[in-house]
């Protein structure tokens, strides 16, 4: 299946700054038996990785417990395949906002969050040039791995009220685009999270948790489990049971004192 594109800004994809990219629709494929770098090749979606996808938000939300937040369903919310509805904290509360002031009008999504597995996904088929993709930010850069940006294929109707919420609508350039401003971006995090999940499950082989995208981190996705790692998120341990303190020494044949007179 393949993928239906709207228009592209002017950066250049090559440009390792660049921090967005065309707009995707996806459509539902089965989740890959082998590699990340396997399911490059035999799919054009995102979903073949999903499980791997969920495990890295779910460490994010380990490493950071306000900083991605689940958006709601509604009855006028429709999530296209692959959508991962999370945004920061601040930019979802605006968006169910939004959706509740037009309760009527149904409002699609094409695109919300994006791990850093989906983006080298995305990446390598602009790379290849397969799948439709013409353009696509490095992994690490993407807006969509902010927490903050949100792909609606048709949106003309919800362009004012997104507006006042803060989000700002990317333009010509990519249609469906739109940017929550004024929260605190979340890029790297997602890279970071990868990173831990594969130390924990490769002790024998780590690498730097510094969140930041480059050789190690690419060669170690391109052989990570699209279905997902053997350990997957592990939050803060609960705290051990505290220590008993030791009991006052009885008197002898359990007699108390205040049973003697003086």
């Known amino acids: 299946s393949a993928f239906a594109l709207a228009g592209c800004g002017v950066q ?5 700054e660049v921090d967005d990219e065309e707009s995707i629709e996806e459509a539902e494929e089965p989740v890959g038996s082998g590699t990340v770098e396997q399911a490059v090749g035999s799919s054009c979606s995102t979903t073949s990785i999903k499980p791997l996808s969920q495990q890295i938000i779910d460490e994010m939300q380990c490493m950071s417990p306000n900083g991605l937040a689940k958006v709601p369903e509604t009855a006028n ?14 930019a979802r509360d605006k968006f169910v906002a939004a959706l ?18 989906q983006q080298y996904m995305v990446r ?52 469906p685009h739109f940017d929550f401003q004024g929260a605190t971006s979340l890029k790297g995090l997602d890279v970071q999270a ?45 705290e051990p049971p505290p220590e008993e303190e030791p ?5 002898p044949n359990g007699f108390e004192c205040s049973d003697f007179s003086a």
């Not at 930010?137 to 507006?163: C, F, Y």
């Not at 009991?247 to 008197?251: F, K």
């Open 12 to 16: 250049q994809p090559d440009d390792p």
């Open 77 to 90: 919310l429709t999530l296209q395949p692959g959508v991962f509805p999370y945004l920061t904290k601040t």
């Open 100 to 117: 509740a002031a037009k309760p009527n009008i149904e409002l699609t999504v094409s695109s919300m969050f994006r791990t850093v597995g």
């Open 124 to 175: 390598r088929w602009y790379e290849q040039g397969r799948c439709g993709i013409a353009a696509a930010a490095t992994p690490g850069n993407s807006n969509h791995e902010s927490g903050l940006a949100v792909d609606i294929p048709t949106n003309s109707s919800w362009r004012t009220t997104l507006s006042g919420k803060g989000f700002k609508w990317f333009g010509s350039g990519d249609p």
């Open 194 to 238: 990868f990173q831990r999940l594969w130390n924990r499950n490769h002790p024998n082989d780590t690498i730097s948790e510094d969140g930041d995208w480059g050789p190690q981190t690419r060669s170690r996705l391109q052989k990570s489990p699209a279905g997902g790692f053997a350990k997957g998120a592990e939050c803060n341990a609960p």
């Open 247 to 251: 009991s006052e020494p009885s008197e």
